[in-house]
């Protein structure tokens, strides 16, 4: 919702060099008043392509802003918590923090607190993943 840097950008252009897809839902206009109703088209739209998405990736990495409430973020944490792709960033100062914490630690995933270590980690991890992939590569 903007309150947040946009740090989906700074992340793709970390790993641009890497032989993979990122799949980013943040939209450069998206219109907040948008109601909030499945029988919405572009809606229905959207959380259609961000939930099949995260079906398919590899990996999904998460970061909780301390400028943001992150409804969303909070609600896909705990769909994918067991599923063991994801990582997740919560600095200090997340209003919710304490959830993510807790959700975390119950299931074994992986929490930072700081973004540039959530990037390395990450950039890590598509490594692993390329090489399982592409042993000769």
Same mark, same amino acid.
């Given at each position: 919702m903007g309150k947040a840097p946009d740090w989906q950008a700074a992340f793709a252009d970390k790993i641009a060099s890497l032989p993979m897809a990122a799949f980013i839902p943040r939209r450069i206009r998206w219109d907040d008043s948008l109601e %909030?109703? !499945?029988t919405n088209r572009t809606l229905r739209? %959207? !959380?259609h392509w961000e939930m099949t998405n995260l079906d398919k990736a590899d990996f999904i990495i998460f970061y909780f802003h301390p400028n943001t409430i992150s409804a969303v973020t909070l609600m896909e944490l705990g769909r994918y918590s067991q599923s063991g792709k994801i990582i997740v960033?919560?600095?200090e100062g997340y209003h919710r923090?304490?959830?993510v914490q807790y959700l975390c630690g119950k299931d074994n995933v992986l929490l930072l607190d700081d973004f540039d270590e959530l990037?390395?980690?990450a950039i890590a991890k598509a490594e692993e993943i390329l090489k399982r992939e592409n042993p000769s590569a």
């Open positions: %909030q109703d !499945i739209h %959207q !959380i960033c919560c600095p923090r304490g959830n990037v390395e980690t």
